[in-house]
């Protein structure tokens, strides 16, 4: 029976030794669980944060969307006057021309005409003066719709970016 109680011995020995070893195993597996779950609290927090970040550079891109466009309207609005006024200007050019031709022809007219002549010639520099003003107001418009597109390119980059991001954290796998 010596055999029979030292093998039976063994046997025993060997089953607490697998049983601790699984407790260990356990245990492992335990903590693991416990890291993982914390490192996907992370993520979500990450995502929430970037998910908000995402619809305020959304806000944001709408506003600028919104001052390019009455930027754009504005330019609309001075090119109305400037065209209108540029008409005006070739219109006194060809009165000076005409006034001019009947100067050459009727000597006796030519005071008055001349007088006529200096007065839309004081007009059209005016006018021209008035269009150069307009056409520096355009310019300064343009350069500001040219920077509300750069800035809206920029945010649009941001925005995918963070959209990839965002989509890169859903598709991590979690326990």
């Excluded at 998910?51 to 009455?70: F, H, I, K, N, P």
């Excluded at 390119?153 to 979690?174: D, W, Y």
């Amino acid at each position: 029976m010596t055999n029979k109680k030292v093998a039976g011995f063994f046997v025993l020995l060997a089953c607490v030794l697998a049983l601790a070893g699984c407790k260990n195993e356990n245990e492992r597996l335990r903590a693991e669980l416990s890291q993982t779950n914390d490192e996907l609290a992370r993520v979500r927090e990450d995502l929430d944060r970037m998910t908000r970040r995402m619809m305020r550079l959304s806000d944001d891109l709408q506003v600028v969307r919104g001052e390019r466009d009455e930027s754009e309207e504005l330019v609309q609005q001075l090119r109305r006057p400037r065209d209108t006024t540029s008409g005006g200007a070739r219109e006194s050019q060809e009165e000076v021309a005409v006034q001019l031709a009947q100067a050459n022809r009727e000597p006796e007219n030519a005071a008055g005409l001349r007088e006529q002549i200096g007065t839309l010639n004081a007009t059209v520099a005016e006018q021209q003066g008035t269009i150069k003003e307009q056409q520096a107001t355009i310019e300064q418009s343009q350069s500001e719709i040219e920077r509300l597109n750069k800035a809206i390119a920029e945010q649009q980059t941001t925005i995918e970016q963070q959209r990839q991001a965002i989509e890169q954290l859903q598709q991590t796998p979690q326990p």
